[in-house]
């Protein structure tokens, strides 16, 4: 059975690129358009791996993190962090809150494919 | 003259609002558009060439080796059921020459046949001859030769019947010998057929293997080559969708700018004080998202740089590592 992977990113254009880029490696993806619309979806399906972006509005990604956390069913999922923000001081912030890996935009399909395959929940 | 300087700068001030309250706006809204615009474009261009990625992937993926090396398989079993097709059909003609033999000796002993039925006629012959003289010399002798005359015609009359019993042998070896003959004449005439066919099966089926060994060793390096090309292509296409996702730098570029000219046309629409310059810039800088929006701020506050120049200075200075990956 596939395993399901959340994609969270204001950007249509980024959910689709990371969408088929998940899909064509045997993923089932589920997409959200910000934290609050990704919190709304977290319900109780499993998921195996999160990807997320920081910058959105609504909720960010570093709250959306945070939130995610408290919910039991989805303390242990690792998130990865897609995002254009490269200082240092975001990328602490993403550490604190939970996160597993940090990617700067552009990515490369392969290197997000390789970065997934490495933390995804069995 | 200094009141003068006051009324002309409070009409400046003055223009300066009007202008501010109606371009600004005007401006903000451009922006969101051509960034509303951008955004779909790319959006649509990011789908075309990610299915592209993905039935490039495919078809690497799927079954390009796997047919090759069935292809190479298939030849290779051809290769051996043909052999032993032309194994069986040798097989046979050796089994035809040994019949060819059998018939041969068949031949020989019809042959032998026949002389000892020509030893019987002659022994018939003889016997004959003698069962003449037997009774001729009965008959010299008279009344005391007659039981002898009765041997002798008795032994006359069993020479007259394995005389004809020896005729009917030699004609039936005679027919027989012919058939074995005719026999042995087809048989061989069959043979040599059937080695011709051999030779010229041989020679078709390693034609054949031939032509089809080129003609999959073709593919098999066609194949091949467009794999590798597949590849080099799917590479580019990888770089291109790396390309595009700077829509959405972009488009948060475009946002802060947008942002920032609403509360800037805002205050200016309620006759608000704006503030201070700086606190409007450090405000500003404060929703930075990238490496060169934070560059061309520092070179802007250090000096009136010309945009080119800006850029050429920030491209010169080090970039973060795009695609960058940091493990916790």
Not at chain 2, 255 to 271: H, T
Not at chain 2, 296 to 312: P, V
């Amino acid at each position: 059975m596939a395993k399901t992977i959340m994609v969270i990113d204001d950007s249509a254009s980024v959910r689709q690129v990371v969408g088929i880029t998940l899909r064509g490696a045997g993923y089932d993806v589920i997409e959200a358009q910000d934290g609050k619309d990704a919190l709304s979806k977290l319900n109780g399906t499993k998921i195996h791996l999160m990807v997320c972006d920081v910058n959105m509005p609504n909720m960010n990604g570093i709250e959306f993190l945070k939130a995610s956390k408290q919910l039991p069913a989805y303390k242990f999922t690792p998130v990865i962090m897609l995002t254009t923000e490269s200082g240092e001081d975001k990328k602490v912030q993403g550490q604190a809150a939970g996160a597993k890996a940090w990617m700067v935009k552009p990515f490369q399909p392969p290197q997000l494919l390789n970065a997934v395959s490495k933390l995804i929940l069995p | 003259m200094i009141a003068d300087d006051m009324v002309s700068e409070n009409d400046h001030a003055r223009d300066l609002y009007t202008l501010s309250e109606s371009i600004i706006p005007l401006w903000s809204q451009n922006i969101e558009e051509a960034k509303l615009l951008t955004n779909k474009s790319i959006e649509d261009l990011s789908l075309k060439f990610a299915n592209l990625s993905q039935q490039v992937r495919h078809a690497i993926n799927s079954d390009t080796h796997e047919n090759s090396s069935q292809l190479v398989s298939l030849l290779q079993q051809s290769q051996e059921q043909l052999s032993s097709v032309i194994d069986l059909l040798k097989t046979s003609i050796d089994e035809k020459e040994a019949l060819i033999g059998s018939i041969s000796e068949l031949a020989a002993k019809a042959k032998s046949l026949g002389n000892m039925a020509d030893i019987v006629t002659r022994i018939a012959n003889e016997t004959g001859m003698v069962a003449v003289n037997a009774a001729i010399e009965a008959a010299r002798v008279g009344e005391r030769g007659r039981g002898f005359a009765v041997v002798a015609d008795a032994v006359k009359r069993l020479s007259s019947d394995a005389s004809r019993t020896a005729s009917h042998i030699s004609v039936t070896v005679n027919e027989v010998t012919k058939g074995i003959r005719k026999v042995e004449q087809h048989s061989q005439e069959s043979a040599e057929q059937d080695a011709q066919t051999l030779a010229n099966a041989d020679k078709v089926v390693s034609l054949v293997l031939e032509q089809f060994g080129g003609m999959a060793n073709k593919l098999v390096k066609a194949s091949e080559a467009m794999l590798s090309d597949n590849r080099n292509v799917s590479q580019e296409i990888d770089q291109v969708i790396v390309s595009l996702q700077f829509q959405d730098r972009v488009s948060q570029m475009l946002s802060n700018v947008c942002l920032n000219m609403n509360e800037l046309s805002a205050l200016i629409a309620n006759r608000e004080d704006i503030g201070d310059t700086d606190e409007w810039l450090d405000t500003f800088r404060s929703k930075y998202v990238m490496q060169e929006q934070y560059d061309i701020h520092a070179n802007q506050q250090h000096g009136h740089l010309s945009t080119s120049k800006i850029h050429k200075k920030t491209r010169s200075s080090p970039q973060p590592d795009l695609g960058d990956l940091t493990f916790f």
